[in-house]
């Protein structure tokens, strides 16, 4: 079983491979790899998962792959707890998003390419999964990196996803930098990458109580959450992923579902001994965490893009999750992550299914009435919205409430700020679905349809996870947060159900959720418009984003782009100048000594005859003087 988990990261690997090779001759028989790809890694990670969770004994294997002397450097999987939970979700909805995909992408000139990038997506996030050290799992993380400009910017015709993927790759690399500094002051501080080995380490070292050790492993938690910012798209490195949404919807449900935003919140949580050990570090994961989440939902308050949306609610909802871990809330912050999983990647799978069947039209003051032409499509997009917005024994009720939990008692402020939070996500996302699904069509021009069954299927077995998953979170079933995927080095915190703070987050929802309908639903009873106005600056801000990526490009880009312009005409005038002129001298001079030295007896003769002459003037010259 050891060595079997070991390949599950390998068949979507050879997935790829296999289809980009083999891509004309595949045709439209590409995903037929991808999803068996898939499917074989979901089935040998069901059987690790309820191998580790039934056991709670990891699942290891590792080679020798640098020696020298007494020392070696070994490379390997190991899925503990939280592994083989991320492994499950992940196979899921991923796979799940594949044979979406394979409706959504039908008639695409690059049907095949677009598969096989999907399995080297899913590569990298299964091999981060399982890696057992922080240079594996950094060279899947790169993976995932390069995988997300390519999705993105996969239509290459269209200027804006070009710049949406050069943005995202730009951008997170940023944060892979502060990864890739943190993991050498941990090697160097620590002496080990491996996760089982700082478990154990990291731990004795604080103990230590030295000055110089705390201070450098402190510093190497905050450039290891510098990695999570950028790929997680934390404030301030957030730009990217509403941008994201320039790539095709099923990237859109794996980048912001299974893998790449995912990918910065399991990074903490798998090197959370580093964190647990130095609380200012923790602190910051906190505050980011909350600031992010309260951000985002402010922006998705007045967005029309129907995927825009979902993308500033990934945002906030990521916040949650990196909120729970810096409270030290390690089970809620998983928790939560696996829930949103198959929730988000139901909503950006039913906003595409709304796309697809409304023509391409993505601004969602054009829809309404879309529950009739789309019933399927309606039925799910209600379970996730119900699921996010909190809605008692839906999966975000029990895994929202942990995370406000542990706030209440960690810290007010950020529990004030979760709960208006909660209340911003159900008015946002029944905004959302108000608009969408009931009421008159708007645009009455178009004539929309229901999706194929191979893109809707996905979704109705999506909806049963989005409503039935969050129940081993719930208070009869919490073993599974504490005992499965609690890691060893925390210690286990018993579990009381606070009926007042589930009491003020149901009613936040419920709140939400009565403003959307006075405001959005078929008799509105107060005018959008006029709240608008009232609100004023405030509903500017929110429209405009905070005007962060105007900031970035006054105070950032255009001045590196006029110090690029300026280092770029002292390189073309003074340093090219320079060595181009220095050769253009030497081919004149060698120029005019070719014609001197051309082998032609008439020009020799010339030559001889001018020079004679040239001489008799000079010494006429001389004797007349």
Same mark, same amino acid.
């Given at each position: 079983?050891?060595?079997?988990? $070991?390949?599950?990261?390998?068949?979507?690997?050879?997935?790829? $491979?296999?289809?980009?090779?083999?891509?004309?001759?595949?045709?439209?028989?590409?995903?037929?790899?991808?999803?068996?790809?898939?499917?074989?890694?979901?089935?040998?990670?069901?059987?690790?998962?309820?191998?580790?969770?039934?056991?709670?004994?990891?699942?290891?294997?590792?080679?020798?792959?640098?020696?020298?002397?007494?020392?070696?450097?070994?490379?390997?999987?190991?899925?503990?707890?939280?592994?083989?939970?991320?492994?499950?979700?992940?196979?899921?909805?991923?796979?799940?998003?594949?044979?979406?995909?394979?409706?959504?992408?039908?008639?695409?000139?690059?049907?095949?390419?677009?598969?096989?990038?999907?399995?080297?997506?899913?590569?990298?996030?299964?091999?981060?999964?399982?890696?057992?050290?922080?240079?594996?799992?950094?060279?899947?993380?790169?993976?995932?990196?390069?995988?997300?400009?390519?999705?993105?910017?996969?239509?290459?015709?269209?200027?804006?996803?070009?710049?949406?993927?050069?943005?995202?790759?730009?951008?997170?690399?940023?944060?892979?930098?502060?990864?890739?500094?943190?993991?050498?002051?941990?090697?160097?501080?620590?002496?080990?990458?491996?996760?089982?080995?700082?478990?154990?380490?990291?731990?004795?070292?604080?103990?230590?109580?030295?000055?110089?050790?705390?201070?450098?492993?402190?510093?190497?938690?905050?450039?290891?959450?510098?990695?999570?910012?950028?790929?997680?798209?934390?404030?301030?490195?957030?730009?990217?992923?509403?941008?994201?949404?320039?790539?095709?919807?099923?990237?859109?449900?794996?980048?912001?579902?299974?893998?790449?935003?995912? $990918?910065?919140?399991?990074?903490?949580?798998?090197?959370?001994?580093?964190?647990?050990?130095?609380?200012?570090?923790?602190?910051?994961?906190?505050?980011?965490?909350?600031?992010?989440?309260?951000?985002?939902?402010?922006?998705?308050?007045?967005?029309?893009?129907?995927?825009?949306?979902?993308?500033?609610?990934?945002?906030?909802?990521?916040?949650?999750?990196?909120?729970?871990?810096?409270?030290?809330?390690?089970?809620?912050?998983?928790?939560?992550?696996?829930?949103?999983?198959?929730?988000?990647?139901?909503?950006?799978?039913?906003?595409?299914?709304?796309?697809?069947?409304?023509?391409?039209?993505?601004?969602?003051?054009?829809?309404?009435?879309?529950?009739?032409?789309?019933?399927?499509?309606?039925?799910?997009?209600?379970?996730?919205?119900?699921?996010?917005?909190?809605?008692?024994?839906?999966?975000?009720?029990?895994?929202?409430?942990?995370?406000?939990?542990?706030?209440?008692?960690?810290?007010?402020?950020?529990?004030?700020?979760?709960?208006?939070?909660?209340?911003?996500?159900?008015?946002?996302?029944?905004?959302?679905?108000?608009?969408?699904?009931?009421?008159?069509?708007?645009?009455? $021009?178009?004539?929309?349809?229901?999706?194929?069954?191979?893109?809707?299927?996905?979704?109705?077995?999506?909806?049963?996870?989005?409503?039935?998953?969050?129940?081993?979170?719930?208070?009869?079933?919490?073993?599974?947060?504490?005992?499965?995927?609690?890691?060893?080095?925390?210690?286990?915190?018993?579990?009381?159900?606070?009926?007042?703070?589930?009491?003020?987050?149901?009613?936040?929802?419920?709140?939400?959720?009565?403003?959307?309908?006075?405001?959005?639903?078929?008799?509105?009873?107060?005018?959008?418009?006029?709240?608008?106005?009232?609100?004023?600056?405030?509903?500017?801000?929110?429209?405009?984003?905070?005007?962060?990526?105007?900031?970035?490009?006054?105070?950032?880009?255009?001045?590196?782009?006029?110090?690029?312009?300026?280092?770029?005409?002292?390189?073309?005038?003074?340093?090219?100048?320079?060595?181009?002129?220095?050769?253009?001298?030497?081919?004149?001079?060698?120029?005019?000594?070719?014609?001197?030295?051309?082998?032609?007896?008439?020009?020799?003769?010339?030559?001889?005859?001018?020079?004679?002459?040239?001489?008799?003037?000079?010494?006429?010259?001389?004797?007349?003087?």
């Amino acid at each position: 079983m050891n060595i079997l988990a $070991a390949l599950i990261p390998v068949f979507p690997l050879l997935g790829f $491979a296999f289809i980009i090779l083999n891509g004309k001759r595949l045709g439209e028989r590409a995903p037929i790899v991808a999803v068996g790809a898939s499917l074989i890694s979901a089935v040998i990670a069901l059987f690790a998962y309820t191998r580790v969770l039934a056991t709670h004994t990891p699942l290891s294997w590792s080679f020798e792959w640098i020696a020298w002397g007494e020392g070696a450097i070994r490379m390997g999987v190991h899925i503990d707890g939280v592994g083989a939970v991320m492994l499950f979700m992940v196979t899921v909805v991923g796979t799940l998003i594949e044979i979406y995909a394979i409706g959504y992408m039908k008639g695409d000139y690059y049907y095949s390419r677009f598969f096989a990038y999907m399995s080297l997506f899913m590569a990298g996030m299964l091999g981060m999964v399982v890696a057992d050290n922080m240079l594996l799992l950094f060279v899947s993380w790169e993976i995932m990196g390069l995988c997300s400009y390519f999705l993105i910017g996969f239509y290459t015709a269209k200027p804006s996803a070009n710049a949406a993927g050069i943005k995202a790759f730009l951008t997170t690399r940023l944060g892979d930098v502060g990864l890739m500094m943190g993991i050498f002051l941990l090697w160097w501080t620590a002496g080990t990458i491996n996760f089982e080995e700082l478990g154990l380490v990291v731990p004795q070292l604080q103990m230590l109580g030295m000055d110089h050790l705390t201070l450098a492993l402190t510093i190497a938690a905050v450039l290891i959450f510098v990695g999570t910012i950028g790929k997680s798209a934390q404030f301030p490195l957030h730009v990217w992923l509403p941008d994201a949404m320039e790539g095709p919807t099923p990237v859109s449900a794996l980048i912001h579902a299974a893998t790449m935003v995912a $990918a910065g919140v399991f990074l903490v949580a798998r090197t959370f001994m580093v964190f647990v050990n130095f609380p200012d570090a923790l602190e910051l994961v906190a505050v980011v965490g909350g600031f992010t989440a309260l951000f985002a939902a402010l922006i998705a308050l007045t967005q029309t893009d129907i995927k825009r949306v979902l993308a500033y609610s990934t945002l906030s909802q990521l916040g949650y999750m990196v909120m729970a871990l810096g409270l030290g809330a390690y089970a809620a912050g998983i928790f939560h992550l696996i829930t949103h999983a198959f929730f988000k990647a139901l909503l950006f799978m039913g906003a595409g299914a709304v796309i697809h069947g409304y023509h391409h039209v993505q601004d969602i003051r054009r829809m309404g009435g879309l529950r009739h032409s789309m019933p399927r499509t309606h039925i799910s997009f209600l379970v996730a919205t119900l699921a996010i917005a909190g809605c008692p024994l839906f999966s975000g009720f029990w895994s929202k409430d942990e995370i406000l939990l542990a706030a209440f008692h960690g810290n007010r402020i950020l529990w004030g700020v979760g709960t208006f939070t909660a209340f911003l996500t159900a008015f946002y996302m029944f905004r959302l679905y108000l608009l969408t699904f009931t009421g008159r069509q708007r645009d009455t $021009a178009i004539r929309p349809h229901e999706s194929p069954r191979v893109m809707t299927t996905p979704l109705l077995i999506l909806a049963v996870f989005a409503f039935g998953i969050g129940f081993p979170g719930s208070p009869l079933m919490h073993f599974w947060v504490q005992g499965a995927i609690h890691p060893s080095y925390l210690p286990h915190t018993e579990h009381a159900v606070n009926l007042g703070i589930m009491g003020i987050s149901t009613a936040a929802a419920l709140l939400g959720f009565v403003l959307a309908v006075l405001m959005y639903g078929p008799s509105p009873k107060i005018l959008p418009e006029r709240v608008a106005a009232g609100f004023g600056k405030l509903y500017q801000l929110s429209l405009h984003k905070f005007y962060i990526d105007e900031i970035y490009q006054s105070v950032i880009i255009a001045p590196t782009v006029g110090l690029a312009r300026l280092l770029f005409g002292f390189d073309q005038g003074a340093i090219d100048g320079s060595v181009n002129g220095t050769g253009r001298g030497v081919r004149l001079i060698s120029g005019a000594a070719r014609w001197l030295t051309a082998g032609n007896l008439q020009w020799y003769a010339i030559t001889f005859l001018a020079g004679a002459v040239g001489l008799a003037l000079i010494a006429l010259r001389a004797l007349a003087g």
